[in-house]
């Protein structure tokens, strides 16, 4: 007989339920707020050892029965399963989950952190709500993210969380500079900072004018094609091709602009390129 | 007491003691089913799906021999930020009361909620069926098979995805 | 012509025992060795056993090698003491427990030769030899020193049990000369041949001349059956290294070393492993072997004397390579001096006794100052030595950054650290790629280049830069993700192949580089994992054999030395004073 | 007998001693490199003058080795030596040398010309220098002509630094996860060939920067055979520009010295980036670059740096591209100057190139590596 994989943990799940609920004996209830302080009645008489399990928090007391055994905030501040066992000569156990508190902080990762401008689903980022435990918040959340770059909100949307994450992707915009991204749910916000950068070059024009040794050549301001400037530092690659060889500089654009000096004589041949764009050829005589 | 019983006296429970340090059976990795059909936003490379089960079973492997000698170093590689911290946590506060926690027969059926678009965050849900005991001064004080839904939070580290959040969650 | 009795007499065991200790204690409690050549390499080892008493295999060094490639008696004691001492002080402890054994050593073992009183000088001389100070206190060839120590103590009972046939001197030499095999195993190699021969022809020459009724063949079989069963212990014991050797059998390419030039042609070298370690000795060896063929019953240990002398001098003659053949390129030559300088020191005493007797107080102070004279150099030429080891380097930092954050998921590489790199291993938990045991190396980067340490390319010229280039380029491979630099020599190196500098400690005497693309270290693996059994075969029979020989020492006492006075040594006195009174 | 036995024992010590002064190249106390070189240099007196001054050279006895210069090269004794030893932190001077070949290549009596190649080892590799030195005979001693040094010596000025430059900012190192994750640059291989090489293959192509910050690069590759086993896994290694500054291209070589090219079918690259600071200084031009015999009949890529910035490179490295018609990248060389740039100062360099690439490219590019002390 083929039963369905989901069956089959569905069934497991259930046995489980029924499993723990049959050690009810210590009476406390099954789910626990992280940080929550409970305390467990112990009737009887004599001594006892009570043991708290879980994996991330392990405890065990000699105590007298008779009186309540006091569990504090900080036994039951990481969430999960915990069981808890009582032995006076046999033993008895209650296996209970410590769930989340309410959210306390939002971790958000964003990509990237250098995003082209003019790109569909260019930015995208990922919010988790944690508890101030550092547990993660289960429970559906209601987060805001927005995105604000020159002072204009270029993205705003609201999402719920599904199981402990909300997430988003928006397009990057037209205007390259610094942008602000914001999740926010209820009072817990997170910001993150996001540079819109300007994409190739659309129009690489390049001048040349003699120099005492050799060539002075200079681009136009070198914008991408939403008008941006190109960064500065960005490298321009001149070549000159003249009677005596190739000569090559790689100039980093500053202000818009790259300049170089290039040692070439005779019937020169004058090239530019930035990553793969190319620019405009110039043919120049250069005296010697 | 002459020479020979002085040799008869140490030399057996020497070679013994010798005998035992390699007899310690190592834990095997546990059996991790993975349906990843359901990720997203991100598809999920096969590659990754292969990974993924295996970095998965072998932080279940070093949390079970971690849970046994109550030794947080054990926990290797595979978990990392909170979940690192507070399972250590819980192994030294083992180590401190000589209890110990075995799990063992582990089973894992592995399912993709979340892969970030960027592929740096993936959300799963774990139903885990193993034997939880207890023990306490090597005396068993809790035994139970259960099966227990778990939400784990997996980041790519540099050679392989490491737990980063491990939380169990009470059944819908 | 009557002669006049000795003027100056025997000195006794336990005064020459208290000058070794007033001599050496404070150098070692100095810790003085601790910045040696070998010192650092030898307290690595012994950290490892420390931890891992049972698990040969150390991942520390080389991406994985096993410690049975070094007999390991030496490093277990420093082990054993170093639960209770700091490492430093145990390997301290170890050395000097070395130091006192060795004129005890040369003591009995100079009873052989020479009687009582001479041998009691023999042995207040090797305290004050050069090449006992070079060997301890700049090469920190621990395991030789201990070897030696053991072995001279050893050939007596076998001298004994060649010409008296005694069973307890039979167990008790065999003993102690497998507990010299499991402190240095070259020692007994070549011990067997240089001291031990001179020690069977003695031993026949003394049954010819007082024990008529032993024959020579007698003799020689005993001497055979000694050496079987030593042989076969010495296998027995040191079974998972002759394994190891068998399996990588060492071809590395030959490794420059100072012990194989020519003394005569470089001044340093010269001084360094001539006249440093030989010391006043220089001045008596015109004297000694006159003296010594003279005497028909000294000329064994004459030639042993002088076979091992020529091998002292390396480089300078054609006599090693011509007899040692591809093993020429493996040995160094310093520790030929100190055997040699042991063998003399018989023959030297009996010259001290003739001027003692002739010249008295004159002699005494001659005597005195070129012993000291020749201690004191060995000690100045810790400072004067161009060549000394560097001084030590701060290693602290290194360690404290590699335990932390994780960083002992990689491994490491240092640069121009000298012998510095062994106290790293020690005390870090992550593992590297070089170091500082030529003969275990398998990793092919640095096998096929002939140079050694990786952290010392830059002395081996193209080929040290070439094995570091090679090692560098496989980075990923072996999950080498840190560099820690002390020579700037290498940090161009280091820029054009992808690191970068992200901390320096010292105000710039260490930096630390990284390469941003390197993989987490994984298990090299290596067909040189030594199997559980030889753990611990490793862990028992050698430190083991110790254990013997101090309880065969304890159980099996030497009877009452009064009535035990070997006749052999009663007839003798008379004999030199027939022959020194001619 | 006893003194027979003192007479033998001293004769064969003798012996000995004096077989060990024979041994072949111990004489001169050098170590195995050069030994050969001597017995070379051996043959002639012209040789033998110039053997003499590099052994000098070797022993760093400036005195000795100036000694061998001939009266007519009218060069002072300091210029001799800063041409040998190197100045401005350069290669040469972190480098030693291990040894020399020695070609006559005209001889009369009074004087000879020798083509002298010396071996050094540098920190980066063993590199070759080779010389034409002219020996002349003064009186009955053959003395070498040392060809004039020329040292760089640009006029005292002030170069404004204009150029961008990037500080990088690290965070603890604690795990912050979440809070403050900051992605590496983007850097894209844009172009990738395999070629067969002496037996084994080399892989090489260009990547590009994409990014608008720095990037610190290294390319890795892994070759895969026919049933997907990997047959071998190498890195750039120092055959690429560790630090790309935005848009910038460079080229990358990975050898493969065991792997035949028939046997790869498949090769997986892998650029891993990390955020770096750099400086957009110092610039350097490549001019006059040109094919041709590079004077030991094997083709060579030659040209002149200028370093158009304030800033001393101490140790330049170029990496060479060539392209075929098609504008395929057909093969990357590079090599090491060990002589400093200094500012506004020109400096030649030569590459060599397979003599099938030197025919077959029809387009290259030079970029310049640069190391200067005390940053990197």
Same mark, same amino acid.
């Given at each position: 007989?083929?039963?369905?994989?989901?069956?089959?943990?569905?069934?497991?799940?259930?046995?489980? *339920?029924?499993?723990?609920?049959?050690?009810?004996?210590?009476?406390?209830?099954?789910? &626990?707020? *992280?940080?929550?302080?409970?305390?467990?009645?112990?009737?009887?008489?004599?001594?006892?050892?009570?043991?708290?399990?879980?994996?991330?928090?392990?405890? #065990?007391?000699?105590?007298?029965?008779?009186?309540?055994?006091?569990?504090?905030?900080?036994?039951?501040?990481?969430?999960?399963?915990?069981?808890?066992?009582?032995?006076?000569?046999?033993?008895?156990?209650?296996?209970?989950?410590?769930?989340?508190?309410?959210p306390a902080s939002l971790s958000f990762v964003v990509h990237p952190s250098r995003a082209w401008i003019g790109r569909e689903g260019a930015i995208s980022g990922v919010a988790l709500p944690f508890d101030k435990f550092h547990n993660l918040v289960q429970d559906p959340v209601n987060v805001d993210?927005?995105?604000? *770059?020159?002072?204009?909100?270029?993205?705003?949307?609201?999402?719920?969380?599904?199981?402990?994450?909300?997430?988003?992707?928006?397009?990057?915009?037209? #205007? /390259?500079?610094?942008?602000?991204?914001?999740?926010?749910?209820?009072?817990?916000?997170?910001?993150?900072?996001?540079?819109?950068?300007?994409?190739?070059?659309?129009?690489?024009?390049?001048?040349?004018?003699?120099?005492?040794?050799?060539?002075?050549?200079?681009?136009?301001?070198?914008?991408?094609?939403?008008?941006?400037?190109?960064?500065?530092?960005?490298?321009?690659?001149?070549? /000159?091709?003249?009677?005596?060889?190739?000569?090559?500089?790689?100039?980093?654009?500053?202000?818009?602009?790259?300049?170089?000096?290039?040692?070439?004589?005779?019937? &020169?041949?004058?090239?530019?390129?930035?990553? &793969?764009?190319?620019?405009?050829?110039?043919?120049?005589?250069?005296?010697? | 007491?002459?020479?020979?019983?002085?040799?008869?006296?140490?030399?057996?429970?020497?070679?013994?003691?010798?005998?035992?340090?390699?007899?310690?059976?190592?834990?095997?990795?546990?059996?991790?089913?993975?349906?990843?059909?359901?990720?997203?936003?991100?598809?999920?490379?096969?590659?990754?799906?292969?990974?993924?089960?295996?970095?998965?079973?072998?932080?279940? $492997?070093?949390?079970?021999?971690?849970?046994?000698?109550?030794?947080?170093?054990?926990?290797?590689?595979?978990?990392?930020? @909170?979940? $690192?911290?507070?399972?250590?946590?819980?192994?030294?506060?083992?180590?401190?009361?000589?209890? $110990?926690?075995?799990?063992?027969?582990? @089973?894992?059926?592995?399912?993709?909620?979340?892969?970030?678009?960027?592929?740096?965050?993936?959300?799963?849900?774990?139903? @885990?069926?193993?034997?939880?005991?207890?023990?306490?001064?090597?005396?068993?004080?809790?035994?139970?098979?259960?099966?227990?839904?778990?939400?784990?939070?997996?980041?790519?580290?540099?050679?392989?995805?490491?737990?980063?959040?491990?939380?169990?969650?009470?059944?819908? | 012509?009557?002669?006049?009795?000795?003027?100056?007499?025997?000195?006794?065991?336990?005064?020459?025992?208290?000058?070794?200790?007033?001599?050496?204690?404070?150098?070692?409690?100095?810790?003085?060795?601790?910045?040696?050549?070998?010192?650092?390499?030898?307290?690595?080892?012994?950290?490892?056993?420390?931890?891992?008493?049972?698990?040969?295999?150390?991942?520390?060094?080389?991406?994985?090698?096993?410690?049975?490639?070094?007999?390991?008696?030496?490093?277990?004691?420093?082990?054993?003491?170093?639960?209770?001492?700091?490492?430093?002080?145990?390997?301290?402890?170890?050395?000097?427990?070395?130091?006192?054994?060795?004129?005890?050593?040369?003591?009995?073992?100079?009873?052989?030769?020479?009687?009582?009183?001479?041998?009691?000088?023999?042995?207040?001389?090797?305290?004050?030899?050069?090449?006992?100070?070079?060997?301890?206190?700049?090469?920190?060839?621990?395991?030789?020193?201990?070897?030696?120590?053991?072995?001279?103590?050893?050939?007596?009972?076998?001298?004994?049990?060649?010409?008296?046939?005694?069973?307890?001197?039979?167990?008790?030499?065999?003993?102690?000369?497998?507990?010299?095999?499991?402190?240095?195993?070259?020692?007994?190699?070549?011990?067997?041949?240089?001291?031990?021969?001179?020690?069977?022809?003695?031993?026949?020459?003394?049954?010819?001349?007082?024990?008529?009724?032993?024959?020579?063949?007698?003799?020689?079989?005993?001497?055979?059956?000694?050496?079987?069963?030593?042989?076969?212990?010495?296998?027995?014991?040191?079974?998972?290294?002759?394994?190891?050797?068998?399996?990588?059998?060492?071809?590395?390419?030959?490794?420059?070393?100072?012990?194989?030039?020519?003394?005569?042609?470089?001044?340093?070298?010269?001084?360094?492993?001539?006249?440093?370690?030989?010391?006043?000795?220089?001045?008596?060896?015109?004297?000694?072997?006159?003296?010594?063929?003279?005497?028909?019953?000294?000329?064994?240990?004459?030639?042993?004397?002088?076979?091992?002398?020529?091998?002292?001098?390396?480089?300078?003659?054609?006599?090693?390579?011509?007899?040692?053949?591809?093993?020429?390129?493996?040995?160094?030559?310093?520790?030929?001096?100190?055997?040699?300088?042991?063998?003399?020191?018989?023959?030297?005493?009996?010259?001290?006794?003739?001027?003692?007797?002739?010249?008295?107080?004159?002699?005494?102070?001659?005597?005195?100052?070129?012993?000291?004279?020749?201690?004191?150099?060995?000690?100045?030429?810790?400072?004067?030595?161009?060549?000394?080891?560097?001084?030590?380097?701060?290693?602290?930092?290194?360690?404290?950054?590699?335990?932390?954050?994780?960083?002992?998921?990689?491994?490491?590489?240092?640069?121009?650290?000298?012998?510095?790199?062994?106290?790293?291993?020690?005390?870090?938990?992550?593992?590297?790629?070089?170091?500082?045991?030529?003969?275990?190396?398998?990793?092919?980067?640095?096998?096929?280049?002939? !140079?050694?340490?990786?952290?010392? !390319?830059?002395?081996?010229? !193209?080929?040290?830069?070439?094995?570091?280039?090679?090692?560098?380029?496989?980075?990923?491979?072996?999950?080498?993700?840190?560099?820690?630099?002390?020579?700037?020599?290498?940090?161009?190196?280091?820029?054009?192949?992808?690191?970068?500098?992200?901390?320096?400690?010292?105000?710039?005497?260490?930096?630390?580089?990284?390469?941003?693309?390197?993989?987490?270290?994984?298990?090299?693996?290596?067909?040189?994992?030594?199997?559980?059994?030889?753990?611990?075969?490793?862990?028992?029979?050698?430190?083991?054999?110790?254990?013997?020989?101090?309880?065969?020492?304890?159980?099996?006492?030497?009877?009452?030395?009064?009535?035990?006075?070997?006749?052999?040594?009663?007839?003798?006195?008379?004999?030199?004073?027939?022959?020194? !009174?001619? | 007998?006893?003194?027979?036995?003192?007479?033998?024992?001293?004769?064969?010590?003798?012996?000995?001693?004096?077989?060990?002064?024979?041994?072949?190249?111990?004489?001169?106390?050098?170590?195995?490199?050069?030994?050969?070189?001597?017995?070379?240099?051996?043959?002639?007196?012209?040789?033998?003058?110039?053997?003499?001054?590099?052994?000098?050279?070797?022993?760093?006895?400036?005195?000795?080795?100036?000694?061998?210069?001939?009266?007519?090269?009218?060069?002072?004794?300091?210029?001799?030596?800063?041409?040998?030893?190197?100045?401005?932190?350069?290669?040469?001077? +972190?480098?030693?040398?291990?040894?020399?070949?020695?070609?006559?290549?005209?001889?009369?009596?009074?004087?000879? %010309?020798?083509?002298?190649?010396?071996?050094?080892?540098?920190?980066?590799?063993?590199?070759?220098?080779?010389?034409?030195?002219?020996?002349?005979? %003064?009186?009955?001693?053959?003395?070498?002509?040392?060809?004039?040094?020329?040292?760089?010596?640009?006029?005292?000025?002030?170069?404004?630094?204009? +150029?961008?430059?990037?500080?990088?900012?690290?965070?603890?190192?604690?795990? =912050?996860?979440?809070?403050?994750?900051?992605?590496?640059?983007?850097?894209?291989?844009?172009?990738?060939?395999?070629?067969?090489?002496?037996?084994?293959?080399?892989?090489?192509?260009?990547?590009?920067? %994409?990014?608008?910050?720095?990037?610190f690069v290294n390319v890795n590759a892994t070759l895969v055979g026919p049933d997907g086993q990997v047959l071998g896994n190498e890195s750039s290694f120092d055959k690429v520009l560790h630090v790309l500054l935005p848009k910038q291209v460079t080229p990358y070589r990975i050898d493969f010295p065991?792997?035949?090219?028939?046997?790869?079918?498949?090769?997986?690259?892998?650029?891993?980036?990390?955020?770096?600071?750099?400086?957009?200084?110092?610039?350097? =031009?490549?001019?006059?670059?040109?094919?041709?015999?590079?004077?030991?009949?094997?083709?060579?890529?030659?040209?002149?740096?200028?370093?158009?910035?304030?800033?001393?490179?101490?140790?330049?490295?170029?990496?060479?591209?060539?392209?075929?018609?098609?504008?395929?990248?057909?093969?990357?060389?590079?090599?090491?100057?060990?002589?400093a740039l200094l500012p506004q100062s020109p400096e030649p360099f030569r590459v060599r190139v397979p003599e099938r690439i030197a025919n077959n490219a029809r387009n290259y590019r030079v970029v310049v590596n640069q190391y200067s002390l005390g940053g990197s």
């Amino acid at each position: 007989m083929h039963r369905s994989p989901l069956l089959a943990t569905l069934t497991a799940i259930a046995l489980a *339920a029924l499993c723990s609920g049959q050690q009810t004996g210590l009476g406390i209830s099954p789910t &626990v707020i *992280a940080g929550a302080e409970i305390s467990i009645p112990a009737p009887g008489t004599g001594e006892a050892t009570f043991y708290l399990a879980s994996a991330a928090h392990v405890a #065990k007391r000699k105590l007298s029965l008779g009186q309540p055994i006091r569990l504090s905030g900080q036994d039951l501040s990481i969430a999960g399963r915990y069981v808890a066992i009582l032995c006076a000569g046999s033993c008895r156990s209650q296996a209970f989950f410590v769930t989340p508190a309410a959210p306390a902080s939002l971790s958000f990762v964003v990509h990237p952190s250098r995003a082209w401008i003019g790109r569909e689903g260019a930015i995208s980022g990922v919010a988790l709500p944690f508890d101030k435990f550092h547990n993660l918040v289960q429970d559906p959340v209601n987060v805001d993210f927005s995105i604000v *770059a020159g002072g204009s909100k270029l993205y705003s949307a609201s999402a719920p969380s599904r199981r402990g994450i909300a997430w988003f992707r928006a397009a990057s915009g037209s #205007k /390259a500079g610094a942008a602000q991204l914001t999740a926010s749910a209820g009072t817990v916000s997170a910001r993150r900072a996001l540079q819109l950068v300007a994409s190739d070059p659309c129009r690489l024009q390049i001048r040349a004018t003699p120099a005492p040794k050799g060539v002075a050549v200079e681009t136009e301001p070198i914008h991408d094609c939403s008008g941006n400037a190109i960064p500065d530092g960005t490298i321009v690659t001149f070549t /000159a091709n003249g009677a005596d060889g190739i000569s090559t500089v790689d100039a980093p654009v500053k202000h818009g602009v790259a300049r170089a000096l290039l040692a070439s004589s005779g019937n &020169v041949v004058i090239t530019a390129a930035s990553g &793969v764009v190319m620019g405009n050829e110039l043919r120049m005589s250069v005296k010697p | 007491m002459n020479v020979l019983d002085w040799l008869r006296r140490w030399t057996v429970p020497a070679l013994a003691m010798c005998c035992l340090l390699g007899s310690a059976a190592a834990q095997e990795t546990p059996a991790v089913k993975f349906v990843s059909t359901a990720a997203g936003p991100r598809p999920m490379e096969e590659q990754t799906a292969r990974s993924v089960v295996r970095d998965y079973g072998e932080a279940w $492997r070093a949390l079970a021999e971690a849970s046994k000698q109550s030794r947080p170093d054990l926990l290797g590689p595979y978990f990392v930020g @909170a979940a $690192r911290e507070s399972l250590s946590q819980g192994l030294k506060n083992q180590q401190k009361n000589g209890m $110990r926690t075995r799990y063992l027969n582990q @089973a894992h059926s592995l399912e993709a909620l979340f892969y970030a678009p960027e592929g740096d965050i993936l959300q799963l849900q774990d139903t @885990a069926d193993y034997q939880f005991r207890v023990l306490s001064d090597d005396q068993v004080v809790h035994d139970e098979h259960i099966v227990v839904r778990y939400i784990v939070l997996m980041t790519p580290g540099a050679d392989r995805w490491v737990v980063r959040q491990i939380q169990a969650v009470p059944a819908q | 012509m009557t002669q006049s009795g000795p003027s100056y007499r025997s000195v006794s065991l336990q005064s020459i025992l208290l000058i070794t200790l007033a001599i050496h204690g404070p150098l070692l409690l100095m810790q003085l060795p601790a910045n040696s050549y070998d010192a650092n390499v030898h307290m690595f080892f012994a950290s490892h056993y420390s931890h891992h008493w049972f698990d040969p295999w150390n991942e520390k060094w080389f991406a994985g090698f096993s410690q049975t490639t070094y007999p390991p008696l030496t490093h277990q004691w420093i082990a054993m003491f170093s639960h209770v001492v700091s490492l430093e002080t145990a390997y301290m402890l170890v050395q000097l427990l070395a130091v006192v054994l060795l004129p005890v050593g040369v003591y009995r073992f100079s009873k052989i030769w020479v009687e009582e009183r001479t041998a009691s000088y023999a042995a207040l001389g090797s305290v004050f030899v050069g090449s006992l100070a070079f060997l301890v206190y700049q090469a920190g060839q621990l395991a030789t020193v201990t070897s030696t120590a053991l072995f001279l103590n050893a050939l007596p009972y076998f001298y004994e049990w060649l010409v008296q046939g005694r069973l307890r001197s039979f167990c008790k030499g065999l003993a102690v000369s497998l507990a010299a095999a499991s402190a240095h195993h070259v020692t007994l190699i070549f011990g067997a041949v240089l001291f031990a021969i001179p020690v069977v022809w003695r031993a026949c020459i003394e049954v010819e001349e007082h024990f008529p009724e032993v024959s020579r063949g007698q003799v020689l079989r005993r001497a055979a059956g000694f050496g079987v069963l030593a042989g076969g212990g010495i296998a027995l014991v040191l079974l998972p290294y002759w394994l190891a050797i068998l399996q990588h059998p060492i071809r590395q390419m030959p490794i420059p070393h100072d012990s194989r030039t020519n003394y005569l042609l470089n001044l340093t070298t010269g001084m360094n492993y001539f006249v440093v370690p030989y010391g006043a000795l220089i001045l008596a060896l015109p004297f000694l072997v006159p003296a010594a063929a003279r005497i028909r019953s000294l000329r064994p240990l004459l030639f042993g004397f002088w076979l091992t002398f020529l091998l002292s001098l390396g480089g300078t003659t054609p006599l090693p390579r011509w007899l040692l053949g591809r093993a020429y390129e493996v040995l160094t030559f310093e520790r030929f001096t100190l055997w040699a300088c042991m063998m003399a020191m018989p023959l030297v005493a009996l010259l001290a006794v003739t001027l003692l007797d002739r010249f008295q107080n004159l002699a005494a102070t001659g005597l005195s100052l070129a012993a000291i004279g020749s201690l004191a150099l060995a000690l100045a030429w810790l400072n004067w030595n161009p060549y000394r080891p560097p001084s030590a380097l701060d290693v602290k930092p290194v360690v404290d950054f590699l335990n932390r954050d994780g960083h002992d998921g990689y491994r490491y590489l240092t640069l121009g650290f000298g012998n510095s790199l062994g106290r790293v291993g020690a005390y870090s938990n992550a593992g590297s790629v070089d170091g500082d045991y030529n003969s275990a190396r398998l990793l092919p980067e640095m096998t096929e280049f002939g !140079s050694a340490q990786l952290t010392n !390319s830059k002395f081996y010229g !193209s080929a040290g830069m070439q094995s570091l280039r090679a090692m560098l380029k496989h980075a990923n491979r072996y999950g080498l993700k840190f560099i820690f630099v002390h020579d700037s020599y290498y940090e161009p190196l280091l820029t054009f192949t992808g690191w970068q500098r992200i901390e320096t400690y010292g105000n710039g005497q260490i930096s630390t580089w990284t390469k941003n693309d390197v993989p987490p270290a994984h298990k090299i693996a290596s067909d040189a994992v030594p199997p559980p059994w030889q753990g611990l075969w490793w862990g028992i029979l050698p430190i083991g054999s110790s254990f013997l020989a101090i309880l065969l020492l304890v159980l099996l006492p030497q009877r009452d030395p009064a009535d035990e006075e070997l006749p052999v040594l009663a007839t003798r006195r008379e004999h030199y004073a027939a022959e020194g !009174s001619r | 007998m006893r003194l027979w036995i003192s007479l033998l024992l001293l004769g064969v010590t003798a012996a000995l001693i004096v077989a060990g002064l024979g041994q072949p190249g111990v004489l001169w106390g050098q170590n195995r490199e050069s030994r050969d070189a001597v017995d070379a240099a051996g043959a002639g007196a012209p040789q033998a003058a110039i053997a003499s001054l590099l052994r000098n050279v070797q022993r760093h006895d400036w005195d000795g080795a100036y000694a061998q210069v001939a009266g007519s090269s009218n060069v002072d004794q300091a210029s001799f030596i800063r041409d040998l030893s190197g100045t401005h932190g350069a290669l040469r001077t +972190f480098s030693g040398l291990t040894g020399w070949d020695l070609n006559p290549l005209r001889a009369t009596d009074s004087d000879a %010309e020798v083509r002298a190649t010396m071996h050094w080892a540098t920190p980066v590799g063993a590199l070759d220098d080779a010389r034409d030195l002219k020996v002349v005979r %003064e009186g009955n001693a053959w003395k070498v002509v040392w060809p004039q040094p020329h040292f760089p010596d640009p006029p005292p000025q002030v170069i404004p630094l204009t +150029f961008m430059r990037w500080d990088l900012v690290t965070g603890g190192s604690g795990d =912050e996860w979440g809070n403050r994750n900051v992605d590496g640059p983007r850097v894209r291989i844009v172009s990738m060939n395999a070629v067969s090489y002496e037996g084994g293959s080399v892989v090489i192509g260009e990547a590009i920067n %994409e990014d608008s910050i720095p990037a610190f690069v290294n390319v890795n590759a892994t070759l895969v055979g026919p049933d997907g086993q990997v047959l071998g896994n190498e890195s750039s290694f120092d055959k690429v520009l560790h630090v790309l500054l935005p848009k910038q291209v460079t080229p990358y070589r990975i050898d493969f010295p065991e792997v035949e090219l028939a046997k790869i079918k498949s090769v997986q690259m892998d650029v891993k980036t990390s955020l770096i600071g750099a400086a957009a200084d110092p610039v350097i =031009e490549v001019s006059n670059q040109a094919i041709g015999d590079d004077g030991a009949g094997a083709k060579a890529l030659q040209g002149q740096l200028l370093n158009q910035s304030g800033q001393v490179v101490n140790i330049p490295h170029i990496i060479a591209t060539f392209y075929d018609d098609g504008g395929r990248v057909i093969w990357v060389a590079d090599g090491y100057i060990d002589r400093a740039l200094l500012p506004q100062s020109p400096e030649p360099f030569r590459v060599r190139v397979p003599e099938r690439i030197a025919n077959n490219a029809r387009n290259y590019r030079v970029v310049v590596n640069q190391y200067s002390l005390g940053g990197s």
